[in-house]
């Protein structure tokens, strides 16, 4: 199976695939398939299997792609602006955001992770719940802008903005900080928290949250929709204030 990434900003990976070989994707990933890909949608793990892939922001169901000839392709596009990265586990976990999963191959098991510290739900962007990728295949992510990626020594930490995390081994330790200071804290643009990873691990950001993205430009629809966007633009830098980027 060769998997080749296409475009800048806008990208899409197209999966050169030989008889009886099958990948798995989120639904409303695919782009286009030959006629030697057949689809079929599964409700893997059942019922209570489905709930909780819904719980990481997954489908109820999972679409298969399976090659029936001699040889096929089927290509899978990110749903927003931003970098497609492909993760090859050989045995490793990783934790992912909600919604970054794009597709895999049908060897990696995809389930759901709970953030161990009360602060870290509440604060740290992500939620309670992540996605838990772990098996011997390969699994491409995607996420907003450009990615930034790091390979943390044991102890060291990075401290990074809430809505910037894509994806990070599971050796690597997940907490929320506050950011500490009267000025900082009204004034600094970055929220009352930040998120802190520690090494040993992998971690992957990413320069663009959907977040963000969609706030800028709520922010600008609000502005130039009313006679009230002024009001609304006060209001909106005010929640900016306290809530930061995201």
């Not at 909780?52 to 090659?67: A, D, N, Q, V, W």
């Amino acid at each position: 199976m060769q998997f080749q990434v296409m475009g800048d900003v806008m990208q899409a990976v197209v999966v050169n695939m030989q008889q009886g070989e099958e990948v798995r994707a989120e639904a409303g990933a695919m782009l286009f398939m030959s006629d030697a890909i057949q689809m079929d949608t599964q409700m893997q793990g059942g019922l209570f299997g489905g709930l909780k892939r819904m719980l990481t922001g997954e489908s109820l169901f999972i679409p298969y792609f399976r090659c029936q000839g001699p040889s096929g392709m089927v290509a899978f596009a990110a749903p927003y602006p931003g970098q497609v990265r492909q993760i090859d586990l050989q045995g490793r976990a990783w934790l992912c955001q909600r919604e970054s999963f794009l597709f895999s191959t049908a060897q990696v098991e995809m389930n759901i992770a709970f953030t161990k510290k009360l602060g870290a739900g509440f604060f740290g962007g992500e939620g309670f719940i992540l996605q838990r990728l772990n098996g011997f295949g390969n699994v491409f992510i995607h996420g907003g802008g450009n990615f930034v990626e790091f390979n943390l020594q044991p102890h060291e930490s990075l401290r990074v903005d809430t809505g910037c995390i894509v994806a990070f081994e599971e050796t690597v330790s997940y907490d929320i900080q506050f950011v500490g200071g009267f000025k900082n804290t009204l004034f600094g643009g970055e929220g009352l928290f930040m998120a802190v990873l520690r090494g040993p691990g992998r971690a992957i950001l990413q320069t663009l949250p959907f977040s963000r993205l969609a706030g800028r430009i709520m922010g600008t629809t609000t502005e130039g929709s009313s006679s009230m966007g002024g009001l609304g633009g006060t209001i909106g830098d005010i929640g900016r204030i306290f809530g930061g980027n995201d």
